[in-house]
């Protein structure tokens, strides 16, 4: 089963995609993604 991925910013699409090519394409969704990792001081 594929899932289409839409990022938005600013009310706009900027990006669509499964997780694989957002990920693979260096792009906003690959910051977003690793955010969710980052340790907040």
Do not use: C, K, P, W
């Not at 090519?21 to 907040?40: G, K, P, R, W």
């Amino acid at each position: 089963m594929l899932v289409l991925l839409v990022v938005m910013e600013d009310d706009e699409i900027i990006e669509r995609g499964d997780q694989d090519t957002l990920m693979a394409e260096n792009s906003f969704y690959t910051d977003l993604y690793h955010s969710q990792f980052e340790i907040v001081t």
